[in-house]
């Protein structure tokens, strides 16, 4: 067992344990919250299958960044759905070979897909750090963590690139690392520079997620703007402060 | 006159380039003690107001789940820059939606997040201090909560909800504004937004009532605490007194007249406005609502009928039932509340209405959709029933209407510049050049459709149209009534039982 693999396999625990408990805390501190009035931004769906349909816009196709600005949410989405192509094309090296989701990730159309979903995530993350340089109003209200994680996430992108164009890596050998994850049975890491890379910023995304605006993932399900039916005249809202001290005068 | 410059009106609305700076000398006068006290407020800066207020901050992000969500989410992501009314009349980047919101947002990372706790400069996060105070009380009182951001925010991030608790936080530590607690006050012991009492407000509708018979030959009555009427009419207390307001007024009366539906006004509860929401007071917006309730019990009344105001009819339909409700003692056959143009638009459906519209034909009218109507209410049983049922009942008394261009209006509206609690002249450069995106689509219908009038449904768009209007050279009664239309068209000939 090298250095390298015994510390990237505690990084990879301590980033897991750390994004898992970070977020479901978060989750659990925004589904314990109250909402003690109705808000929903209308025009509205006025049925909770309606609000379904509108959540669904909303995190498939990112409806309102659509109606706000083109370019952000061409790249944005360019960005996400790439993301999401690479997630599919990864999960060859989590799965094995008789998982059930096995014929579905090996298709020769995920795999290629994801391999060049690389250079659209690269491209998309040019577009809104460009955005965040030239437009003078997105350049006034970015703090250097928001550079910061473009550059994150730009890192990972182009150096997972680097491993699928440029330099291989041993992949039979990094499946049986990560497979050794999953059954608590450490297996050795090949230490290529990019991979170690790869993985090295992909366990600091992790880490940071829970504790920064990567919250917006979990938070727009909970966005009561977005998420609430419009019906208070139908029916009754009341939560938190507006459940209490419901003594109001009464007839006769 | 004003030591500032209208706006020019130019072709089409550009995105201005970020100026800093440009509004901060804007603030409005602070409450003194004596404004604080009925709304249980603090008359002065309490000691330790830092510290009040950074444990005020996380008592409100801890029982509202739109702060919580709000203040993590934001992602940075621009889609709201160009959004905001006043940003778009001032150039000032912090009338910018999120850079507003991060007023707020960067004292909450501070002291309620990790990052903020160990990396302040890192993540924008920022100490509670004096100027962070005095930056509060300028910039969250430049924004009239009218919520368009929040339209294009990809998380509905909503600035209206962080701007009402700045200010709850801001009330709760002693620095409240003078303008909208002195007329909650005014509510509490009159009850109306003016001060107007009983004796002047039955004056008033008497001297209505002769108008009207003067004008119309027509008994139509403007009855006050009539108990057993069908219907309780809550209006805005403009209603009472400002033009255009009303002659709404007189346009409601007429609908009721000719339906044959018995209505009354309240004494009690003689005010529609709720200005506890643009404050952001959980207990003043209850104890508000409260006296509507109230008013309707003793009053014995079947249906509630609200008028032409905006915030208030956001109060009315998305709070009552939740603040002061279950209204199980009403007429369930009837929504509650009912808006006054649902009221009007569906005795219109029945063919119970009938109209001259010749009598409008001096107008080319068009439609200015109110933020709180737009975006935080809705009429009749369909979505999107707030753009469609005013219009409809424009339509039925003129002849000649035009929508202005389609990103202005519905829900995507523009603020008329006044909202929100802004409606004070200590904000007048603001109110002005905030409503230049609005005259820029009312301009130009009026050069392309020769447009006339604009007709709303709002006392606060009313009031604030009357007096920018003349800044961008249109005349000040171009501002109409809906109902003031109706008032105009509306048949006088039903058959007296």
Redo the contacts between chains.
């Keep these: 067992m090298t250095t390298v693999t015994v510390i990237y396999t505690a990084l990879f625990y301590a980033a897991m344990l750390l994004f898992v408990l970070g977020v479901g805390r ?1 989750i659990f ?2 589904a314990r ?7 929903p ?6 049925t909770k299958a ?1 609000v379904w349909v509108r959540m669904a816009r ?1 995190v498939v196709l ?1 409806e ?2 659509f ?3 083109k370019w ?1 949410w061409l790249f ?1 989405w360019i960005f996400h759905l790439s993301l999401l192509l690479a997630f599919f094309r990864h999960l060859r090296y989590a799965l094995s070979p008789e998982s059930f989701l096995w014929p579905l990730v090996n298709l020769e159309l995920v795999q290629t897909a994801g391999k060049y979903g690389g250079y659209a995530m690269l491209l998309g993350l040019l577009g ?1 750090l460009a ?2 340089i030239f ?4 350049r ?7 550079f ?1 994680m473009l550059i994150l996430l730009m890192a990972i992108a182009g150096s997972g690139l680097m491993m699928t164009f440029i330099s291989h890596t041993d992949i039979v050998a990094l499946k049986a690392f990560t497979l050794g994850l999953f059954y608590f049975d450490p297996q050795p890491l090949p230490a290529s520079l990019f991979l170690l890379v790869h993985l090295g910023l992909v366990a600091l995304l992790l880490i ?1 997620f829970p ?3 990567l ?2 993932a979990p ?2 399900f ?5 998420n609430q039916v ?1 019906n ?2 139908e029916q ?3 939560r ?3 459940a209490e001290n419901t003594d ?4 006769g | 006159m004003a030591n500032f410059e209208t706006p020019p009106l130019t072709e089409f609305m550009e ?1 201005p ?2 100026i ?1 700076g440009t509004m901060e000398h804007s603030s409005p006068y602070i409450a003194k003690p004596e404004i604080q006290a009925p709304l249980a407020y603090p008359g002065q800066l309490v000691e330790n107001w830092e510290q009040k207020a950074v444990f005020k901050l996380g008592e409100l ?6 702060l ?3 203040l ?12 905001c009314h006043y940003y778009l009349g001032t150039s000032d ?1 912090k009338n ?1 939606p ?2 507003r919101q ?1 007023l707020l947002r960067s004292v909450y990372r501070r002291y309620y ?3 903020g706790k160990l ?1 302040p ?4 996060a920022r100490d509670m201090t004096k100027s962070v105070l005095d930056e509060w009380y300028s910039y969250f009182h430049q924004c009239s909560q009218c ?1 368009r951001c ?9 600035t209206a ?1 962080v701007s009402m608790a700045a200010r709850e936080i801001m009330d709760s530590v002693g620095q409240g504004q003078k303008y909208c607690n002195e007329i909650i006050g005014k509510v509490f012991k009159i009850g109306n937004n003016l001060g107007l009492p009983e004796p002047a407000l039955v004056n008033t509708l008497e001297g209505l009532e002769e108008d009207v018979k003067e004008a119309t030959g027509v008994d139509v009555k403007f009855p006050v605490d009539v108990k057993g009427a069908d219907v309780l009419l809550i209006t805005p207390s403009a209603d009472f007194f400002a033009e255009p307001h009303i002659d709404g007024l007189i346009g409601y009366a007429k609908v009721f007249h000719q339906a044959g539906i018995s209505w009354t006004l309240s004494s009690y509860a003689s005010e529609a406005a709720n200005f506890s929401m643009f404050i952001g007071s ?1 207990h003043n917006l209850k104890k508000q609502a ?1 006296r509507i ?2 008013a309707a ?1 003793e009053l014995g009344v079947k249906r509630i009928v609200v008028g032409e105001c905006g915030h208030a009819w956001r109060v009315a ?3 009552w ?6 209204f199980d ?1 009403l007429d369930r056959n009837y ?3 009912q808006h006054i143009c649902e009221f009007t638009y569906d005795l219109i459906q029945k063919d119970a209405l009938r109209f001259d519209k010749e009598a409008n034909d001096d107008k080319v009218v068009t439609f200015h959709d109110s933020c709180n109507v ?5 009429m009749g ?4 029933g ?2 469609v049922i005013p219009r409809a009942v424009i339509k039925a008394s003129v002849n000649k209407f035009v929508d202005m261009a389609p990103d202005t209006i519905g ?1 995507a509206t523009f603020c008329c510049g006044g909202g929100g609690g802004l409606l004070t002249d200590d904000l007048l450069e603001l109110r002005v050049k905030g409503s230049l995106p609005r005259m820029q689509a009312l301009k130009q219908v009026v050069d392309e459709h020769g447009v006339t009038h604009v007709a709303a449904i709002c006392a606060i768009c009313k009031a604030q149209f009357s007096k920018i209007l003349p800044y961008y050279k249109f005349p000040m009664d171009m501002i109409q009534s809906v109902h003031g239309l109706v008032s105009n068209a509306i048949r006088l000939d039903r058959k007296e039982i």
């Design positions: 978060k501190i925004y919250t109250p909402q003690p009035l109705k808000i931004i209308t025009p509205a769906p006025t309606g909303e990112f309102s960044l109606k706000a600005s952000t944005g809104l955005r965040r437009v003078d109003r997105v006034y209200i970015s703090s250097p963590s928001d910061l940071i504790f920064s605006k919250l917006h938070g727009l909970f966005s009561p703007t977005r419009d208070p005249r009754r809202w009341t938190g402060w507006t109001t005068p009464k007839p | 995105v380039p970020v800093p992000v801890k029982s509202n789940r739109a919580q969500v709000f993590d989410t934001c992602v940075k992501c621009g889609a709201c820059t160009d959004k980047p910018m999120v850079a991060d997040t990790l990052a990396f400069k890192l993540v924008g919520r929040s339209v294009y925010c990809p998380y509905g991030i909503d909800e959980r409260m309730r109230e019990l339909y998305s709070f039932n939740t603040l002061v409700g279950p003692f929504p509650v509340p737009a975006r935080a209410s809705r049983n369909m979505p999107g707030q753009f829900e």
